[in-house]
């Protein structure tokens, strides 16, 4: 087939098309992100390349630098040029539909990691349950709270949120309101917005803190703005290890190498871990079987259910965790 | 060769001729797929052309607006803002529904956008009641650009660099940086629908792939041929575009030989951002949503990009749209060779502003040939 | 006396047209060369030539006696050639002694010397005996005083030879007193100069010796006493002229064109009263400054002013430039390149700036282009442009001449019922002067009428039927043809007696 895409213009006139359903087993896949900002995605993007090279297939790879309007248009370059299958790691979740739909109106099979479309009409998508996660990750550093305090009192939980344009970002507050629910009139809870950038949660999270400097639990919808916590929280003499005088439970999402470097030392509780290595085998397992079934428009839901790393299971899970495994790689160290 | 060798002088002022020729940039093209498409065949795959094409469109309305502004010698930096503002408005006008979870807390919630959707939601003519209010808003971004610049005598630089970075605010800030989707499909039709495609292939296949067959005729390609026909009759063929050219030339000249100077600014700055709202109704609709962040990164690159490699003058009063035109197929049809390439993003970005000053260079060869030539 | 330099035998061709032919002469050290000729003979390429910008196709140079074959601009300056350009080459945002050391400046560890600079510079003023200070910031300077700086700054790099070219165009009777009494200081000093002017009767005071080219070939030479200025101009056009102007062919009839009552623009013009009437040809004179231009621009409406009525054909007239124009007025302003003419346009563009409205038709005003091609010919042909295409060559490939016949012409397609002139003939060679001067008689002759501000009083004196002569802003006096007397509009002008 990839033989066939070679063939120039005039022969193609001619000759018949394309046969599908043909045996990948060694298939075209395109994988297409839209940038490698994060360290999550930045192990995302290793684990997908790596499993895709390791099982002979070819990956074709697509950095749209945050632009929605070249993803789309890359994503099209991916089908002209014949590719068998296409990894997708959208901007957001409106785009991720029109490119779902454009990649499957076109007959190639679609696979989206882990930011999932508005809508689940079309493809396969792997999708961490980021509400459960939160609540599981949240909900340990609020039993913490609730342990160190008196019985009666009302205790102040602050939580940072994500860009709410985001699924992610929604179903982790989501998550985390849950878990505040299972403590009715116990929590006064305070929301801080990042739109998932560390400048906005920098001068948020100030004026919550300068506000209300008392916090018994904050968590974090993502993990990379556990330094902006520390920016904040250090100078005001609130950045203690467990166990010290007034040390807050801090809570975050994801698992990343700091995460997992400050759990360790003890100034972070919890974080709730989406399983990257299950979500990248799962997305290439998905294309895969796709192709070689033959099937142009799979779809189906593949939730990774992830788990919370703590500081009470950090011994057994630490290495199914990303971040800690990043960090063993010596990902911190340079 | 032959016994009658060319004179060298010949030669040389042919290749003079095709480098002053107004398809020379069509030429270039044509010679750069040649000579790139036997080791990237599927650059001349009916798909890929398909979707150079499709990729050309929206772009090339966006930078013939920008020609006009370039031809009085200014520069218009808002394009991208003015795309993101009225792509906003008008999904915000038309969409048939919105997630309060994403819109609870932005300005627009309860008065102009709630959870049924935008005002115009299912009414009769909706979508063309959106683009005229987007048509609105962009007059308006245009206006006041060109006020600014005419009256106040202000560089185009500064007047727009402003814009940009208030009107895209605005955008974000009136969505709290929401995508507006769930748009009608008439509005959709307009980025993506064909009119007719073609299936290059067997007659006896059962069913057809989608993906072997190619749309032909397009409603973004309709649009934006419309749009530089028109473009370019009002730059090339009239009064309106002469005095253009003129104050691009010398303004001064211009101004003493009784051309309105400042109508005429304010013109071609009201002009540029419907271009560019046109364009970015292209784009909201192949995207299907509203979305304050289009038009944004490197985006004026290309515009500007393409038209300066078509040979608009950054100088003023040397411009056509046709030139555009060949500009903008060039750039796509180099972005997609790079991408073919399997470039990274940030190789792509480095070449592609290694060919914008190729271009710049070319330009001043031509500039210093046709003096020559003149003698 | 030596020579300084000699040509022997150059000849130059521009893609097998001839520029220059055999032109053979020498300059004697220590003396004033004039290089006359119209536009077109010649003359820059023969000063590229020996500037080392162009290199010629045959013959040779030498200087001192020994072959000099530059191969480009720095080797000029290396041996002691220096241009004075007619557009000046100065950085006009920086200081006099920075532009004298533009090339380098001398350091001191590593620091730009600016106590040297400073002395040296000083010395070099002073051997123009120039009293300004070198830290002054050259746009600050009077065109007149720029150029003595560009002449400071060719002393600065001890040039011997220092070549002029059209160095008046842009001076005040004074400043260019000044540069003669320079050139003459400079002289006695051992320069050599070469002079390259369209006024005559500055070349035939300055120099002592001529060269006069003509298509590309020395058509003449000899010392200044055998050339009377009637011989330079019938050696320079290859014909006798008879005479500098053409004869008036109408007398100016009664109606009043235009009449401007008590126009007062504080500090720029006071109270001024004028009157045009048709088929008249009113003359302007005052020295530089004396408000003519800024009185021109206040009638065709370019400048507001405080006071005073205008009035086109018995209509009062108000508002910006275009009501002037759409009333009946054309303005051809001093500043060809800056404010006639676009440069990188056609011919036939430039033709049709001032009346684009009327070639549109139908409701978006599409361009009737065989109505342009129509009558930008016509004009081509009734103004005599020298052109090779109307609708391809640029204007900035014409001669001065022509660019200035394409400038009025642009305003002929308007007929016009006042033309306002501004310097019409400045860097316009002899011959076409007489055809300019032409053009306007036949305008007049045509019943319009016509202002024209000059500085060169021969110029007035050939072609008015009536001058009237300022004095810093006001109208010192006028008077008829018939009065002309060349002694008392000088004196009016410099303010010595009033009417």
Not at chain 3, 127 to 137: A, M, N, T, Y
Not at chain 3, 149 to 157: F, G, K, P, Q, S
Not at chain 3, 319 to 344: K, S
Request: with cysteine; aromatic share 6%.
């Amino acid at each position: 087939m990839k033989r066939f895409r070679q063939i120039s213009f005039g022969l193609a006139l001619a000759a018949s098309t394309v046969g599908f359903g043909s045996t990948a087993s060694a298939a075209n896949i395109c994988f297409a992100f839209q940038d490698l900002e994060t360290e999550f995605w930045v192990a995302s993007h290793k684990a997908i390349v790596e499993t895709l090279t390791e099982m002979g297939h070819s990956v074709i790879e697509r950095n749209a630098t945050e632009d929605v309007n070249r993803q789309l248009e890359q994503v099209r370059d991916c089908v002209a040029q014949g590719v068998d299958g296409i990894i997708l790691i959208p901007q957001d979740g409106e785009s991720a539909v029109t490119i779902v739909k454009e990649a499957t109106s076109n007959d190639v099979p679609i696979v989206v990691f882990n930011r999932p479309p508005a809508n689940n009409d079309n493809g396969v998508i792997v999708v961490a349950d980021n509400a459960a996660i939160a609540e599981t990750a949240a909900g340990f550093v609020l039993e913490q709270a609730i342990a160190a305090a008196p019985s009666d009192a009302k205790l102040h939980a602050v939580v940072i949120v994500g860009d709410l344009g985001d699924t992610n970002a929604i179903q982790r507050k989501k998550g985390f309101e849950a878990a505040v629910a299972k403590f009715p009139e116990r929590f006064d809870v305070t929301e801080v917005a990042s739109d998932w950038d560390a400048a906005t949660a920098l001068a948020n999270l100030e004026a919550a803190v300068t506000a209300k400097p008392k916090i018994d639990a904050m968590f974090t919808s993502s993990d990379f703005l556990f330094p902006t916590i520390r920016s904040v929280l250090e100078p005001r003499g609130m950045w203690k290890k467990s166990g010290e005088e007034g040390h807050i439970p801090l809570a975050g999402l994801d698992g990343d190498a700091t995460a997992c470097k400050l759990i360790k030392e003890g100034y972070v509780d919890a974080t709730g871990v989406q399983d990257l290595y299950f979500e990248a085998e799962a997305s290439v397992n998905a294309i895969v079987k796709a192709i070689e079934a033959g099937e142009t428009d799979p779809n189906e839901v593949i939730a990774d259910p992830g788990f919370a790393l703590t500081t009470a299971n950090l011994a057994e899970r630490e290495m199914d965790m990303w971040g800690c495994k990043l960090l063993a790689e010596g990902f911190l160290d340079n | 060769m032959s016994s009658s060798p060319v004179p060298r002088r010949e030669l040389k002022d042919k290749a003079v001729d095709l480098l002053l020729s107004d398809q020379f940039v069509l030429y270039l093209s044509i010679f750069y797929v040649l000579l790139l498409a036997p080791f990237l065949p599927m650059l001349v795959t009916p798909a890929n052309l398909v979707n150079v094409l499709s990729n050309m469109w929206p772009l090339l309305i966006v930078a013939i607006g920008q020609t006009f502004v370039l031809a009085i010698g200014g520069i218009d930096l808002s394009q991208g803002a003015a795309i993101a503002l009225t792509s906003v408005l008008g999904a915000v006008l038309i969409t048939g529904a919105a997630d309060p979870a994403t819109f609870a807390n932005t300005p627009i919630w309860g008065w102009l956008l709630t959870d049924a959707g935008g005002p115009l939601a299912g009414v009769d003519h909706g979508v063309v009641l959106a683009i005229a209010a987007m048509l609105v808003a962009a007059v308006v971004i245009g206006l006041i650009n060109g006020m600014a610049v005419a009256m106040f005598a202000m560089p185009a630089f500064i007047v727009t660099l402003v814009a940009m970075m208030i009107f895209s605010a605005f955008a974000l800030w009136l969505t709290q940086s929401g995508n507006v989707a769930n748009l009608p499909d008439d509005f959709i039709r307009l980025g993506r629908g064909d009119i007719v495609s073609v299936y290059f292939g067997a007659k006896e296949e059962a069913k057809i792939a989608r993906r072997a067959i190619y749309s032909l005729v397009t409603y973004p390609m309709v649009i934006a041929m419309c749009v530089a026909l028109a473009a370019h009759m009002l730059l090339n063929r009239t009064v309106f575009g002469s005095q253009v050219l003129a104050i691009g030339m010398n303004r001064k000249a211009a101004e003493i030989s009784g051309v309105r100077v400042r109508r005429i600014i304010i013109a071609v700055f009201v002009l540029s951002a419907v271009c560019a709202m046109i364009g970015g109704l292209l784009f909201a609709a192949r995207l299907e949503a509203g979305r304050p962040t289009l038009g944004g990164g490197s985006f004026l690159l290309d515009v500007i990009g393409a038209a300066v490699i078509g040979g608009t003058s950054l100088f003023g009063g040397k411009a056509k749209v046709i030139w555009t035109f060949f500009g903008v197929m060039f750039y796509v049809i180099m972005a997609s060779s790079l991408s073919a390439m399997n470039l990274s993003a940030f190789q792509i970005d480095m070449v592609k502003g290694g060919i914008i000053l190729c271009a710049a260079l070319l330009d001043v060869l031509r500039t210093r040939l046709k003096r020559e030539r003149v003698r | 006396m030596t020579d300084l330099l000699s040509l022997q035998g150059l000849s130059k061709s521009w893609f097998g047209i001839p520029a220059n032919r055999d032109v053979s002469f020498s300059v004697r050290e220590a003396s004033v060369l004039g290089i006359i000729g119209q536009n077109g003979a010649g003359k820059s390429t023969l000063m590229n030539m020996i500037g080392g910008v162009v290199k010629p196709t045959s013959g040779h140079m030498l200087w001192r006696g020994l072959p000099y074959e530059p191969a480009g601009a720095a080797d000029a300056t290396r041996i002691g050639i220096a241009f004075i350009h007619q557009e000046l080459n100065l950085f006009t945002n920086l200081s006099v002694a920075e532009n004298l050391y533009i090339d380098g400046f001398p350091r001191r560890m590593g620091l730009i010397d600016w106590k040297r600079i400073n002395e040296r510079s000083r010395q070099v003023l002073s051997r123009l005996s120039l009293d300004f200070d070198p830290s002054v910031e050259v746009g600050r300077l009077s065109p007149g005083e720029r150029q003595l700086v560009e002449i400071a700054r060719a002393l600065h790099n001890e040039a011997s030879l220092l070549i002029f070219d059209e160095p008046t165009t842009s001076l005040t009777p004074r400043e260019t007193e000044r540069l003669f009494a320079t050139i003459e200081n400079l002289k006695s000093q051992g320069c050599t100069i070469i002079y390259i002017s369209h006024i005559l009767s500055d070349v035939q005071r300055l120099c002592d010796d001529i060269v006069v080219l003509r298509d590309g070939e020395l058509v003449s030479k000899g010392t200044i006493t055998e050339f009377p200025i009637p011989l330079m101009i019938r050696s320079m056009i290859g014909r006798d002229m008879g005479g500098m102007f053409p004869p008036r062919s109408n007398q100016p009839q009664g109606a009043t064109v235009l009449e401007a009552r008590g126009l007062t623009q504080p500090g720029v013009i006071e109270d001024v009263d004028l009157t045009v009437h048709e088929g008249e040809i009113l003359g302007l004179f005052g020295l530089m400054g004396a408000g003519r231009s800024e009185l021109a621009r206040v009638l065709f409406g370019l400048d507001k002013c405080a006071k005073g009525t205008i009035s086109l054909k018995g209509r009062p007239l108000e508002g910006p430039v275009r009501a002037h124009i759409e009333a009946g007025m054309a303005f051809v302003t001093e500043n060809r390149r800056e404010e006639g003419l676009m440069m990188d346009a056609s011919v036939a563009e430039n033709l049709t700036l001032a009346s684009l409205a009327a070639f549109g038709r139908g409701p978006f005003a599409l361009i009737d282009r065989d109505r342009v091609a129509e009558r930008t010919e016509r004009m081509r042909e009734e103004l005599n442009i020298k052109a090779s295409d109307i609708h391809s060559q640029p204007a900035k490939a014409l001669s001065g001449g022509n660019q200035q016949k394409v400038v009025i012409g642009k305003w002929q397609l308007r007929d016009p019922d006042l033309f306002i002139l501004d310097e019409p003939t400045r860097g316009v060679d002899v011959g076409a002067k007489y055809e300019i001067y032409s053009l306007i008689d036949q305008i007049a002759a045509r019943g319009g009428g016509i202002m024209m501000i000059s500085s060169e009083l021969e110029e007035l004196m050939g072609m008015a039927d009536r001058i009237v002569v300022m004095n810093r802003g006001e109208i010192k006096g006028q008077v008829l043809r018939q009065d002309f007397d060349r002694e008392r509009i000088l004196a009016l002008a410099f303010g010595e007696i009033a009417e």
